[in-house]
């Protein structure tokens, strides 16, 4: 337990995103005991101009003009910094000198407001988190000074065409220079620890009070006429990440089964085959608050995850939602995917999903169903930072 120190925590979401980040959710934790100045990105000029009409740019905008303030008190522990700066759009570069150039004054431009802040705030001995913020971030440990500078990989950045340019040269440089790196899944922190030996895997946090059982009053009516046994996916439809061919061998081999999926399409989804099967269900996107009753009717749960440089190395956040109902879960095999061995069943390819959802279904009993909620419920906010606080204690204990 690390307790009573000063944490500055930067990211790619800002804290007032609409969408979840597990670095807010880190940060909240670690506000429990230490103070946390959380900073949102700076805005560069082409975010700006592009985004101009977006209700939260407009906030950036007003704050900008120093029309609100810059800092604000979240709660007695946590503060939000809007850095009132604007960077150079420099992402897409292709020459890797200018791209340089340009970075360390974009660098200096955010140092220099979150220097102010941690002054106002009388920050001192502070350890640095950066999630995953590759360039913003690069060169804030030499301008800076923290105690202690830690890197967190949570998905594989550089595999995605917008980091790819200089992504791969720069998040292996920062690596390297941060005193240590953490991973939410073993293959990134396998990953890092090509380029610097104190990288660890550090486990993933989930909120999954949501995901009880014992909160289920009904079932939605879009779901509760449909046949059993019920094989389901809830999650975002997207070809880069899902597998169409699983889907459509589980769904040809086995008419008796009903392939229901929850969440929006993309366009490779909405043309494909899977909408001319007549046991496969597409119910569309749901509210959040939802997805535990469209859960709560599956027979099995499945992830058919692609293989590929964006996929292989992700924790998949929604394996834990369906164990913490007690479903039977059947997911593709991958490196990150072993911390689930022997609370899910794990395929090699479409073959064996059939094979295994047969499996699961057959062994399915209250006793299994029990062992998958205990486990899922143990992937606490407060165990994954507790991880963190270990290897942060381990590494200043070492000689200097």
Known sequence: MIKNRDFIVIGLQALDSRI????INLANEIAK?????????????????????DPLIQKRK???????????????????????????SISQLPFDNLFDVLNKVNNHRFAAEIKKAADELQFSNYFIFNDSDMFRGFYLKEILKPELYIYYTRDN??????????GIRIEAALMKKSDIVVANSTYLADQ??????????????????????????????????IPKPIIGYIGVLFDLRLDIDILLHIAKSRPDWQVVLVGPEDEVFKNSALHQQKNVWFLGPKKMEELPQYLM??????N?????????????????????????????RTKAMEVFDGYTYLAENKEQYVEMIGQALREDNEEKAKSREVFARSHTWENNVAEIYDKIIKHLQQPR
């Not at 103070?35 to 101009?49: G, K, S």
């Open 297 to 302: 009717a599956f027979d099995v749960a499945i």
């Open 304 to 332: 058919p995850q692609k293989l590929n440089e964006v996929t292989i190395g992700n924790y998949p956040r929604k394996i834990d939602e369906y164990l913490a109902m007690g479903k039977p879960t059947v997911a593709t």
């Open 33 to 53: 005991h230490n103070r946390v100045l959380y900073v949102n990105y700076p805005l560069d000029r082409l975010t700006l101009w592009r985004e101009r009409h």
């Open 20 to 23: 979840g980040s597990n670095c």
């Open 62 to 88: 007003r704050i900008l003009k120093k029309k609100e303030p810059a800092l604000v008190k979240i709660n007695d522990n946590m503060w939000n910094l809007f850095p009132q700066t604007v960077l150079e």
């Open 157 to 166: 950045l550089v595999a995605v065409d917008y980091w790819k340019r200089q």
């Open 192 to 225: 890092a620890r090509r380029f610097n030996p104190h990288s660890y895997y550090v486990g993933q946090g989930c909120d999954v009070s949501m995901f009880d059982k014992s909160l289920i009053e009904s079932l939605p009516d879009d779901i509760i006429n």
